[in-house]
């Protein structure tokens, strides 16, 4: 999928999708509400939760339209991870408003976070 074909709105939007995402595995600092955080290529430790190597992916796939995920990781995630991917995926098909509509469900509290290094 290019990144051209998402209907995920601006580059804000598209962070704020990322943040969303991985907060689910506990790694939102991997991404800013600009964009990917310096060490956001690093994979993530193995001592990390199981998903977050899956959910940074996506989040690639997002951003610039490429993941080396494939649907068979993709349907390993935990069933409420993988709802979450589902659920943006349908937004993403229905436009930006829609994937606003995803994020009021989604998102984080608004907190400072500290960007990794």
């Given amino acids: 999928?290019?990144?051209?074909?998402?209907?995920?709105?601006?580059?804000?939007q598209r962070a704020r999708v990322c943040m969303a995402l991985l907060a689910l595995v506990d790694a939102a600092?991997?991404?800013t509400p600009t964009g990917p955080a310096p060490?956001?290529?690093?994979?993530?430790?193995?001592?990390?939760?199981?998903?977050?190597?899956?959910?940074?992916a996506v989040c690639w796939a997002i951003w610039e339209g490429s993941?080396?995920?494939s649907l068979n990781e993709l349907l390993q995630l935990s069933p409420p991870r993988l709802e979450a991917v589902g659920?943006?995926?349908?937004?993403?098909?229905?436009?930006?408003?829609?994937?606003?509509?995803?994020?009021?469900?989604h998102a984080p509290a608004e907190a400072p976070r500290r960007a990794l290094r």
């Fill in 67 to 69: 993941s080396t995920l």
């Fill in 39 to 56: 060490g956001a290529r690093v994979a993530p430790s193995r001592s990390l939760d199981p998903d977050a190597r899956s959910m940074l």
């Fill in 1 to 12: 999928m290019r990144a051209a074909s998402l209907a995920v709105g601006s580059g804000q």
């Fill in 87 to 105: 659920e943006l995926l349908a937004a993403i098909a229905r436009g930006p408003a829609a994937v606003d509509g995803w994020l009021g469900g």
């Fill in 29 to 31: 600092d991997r991404w």
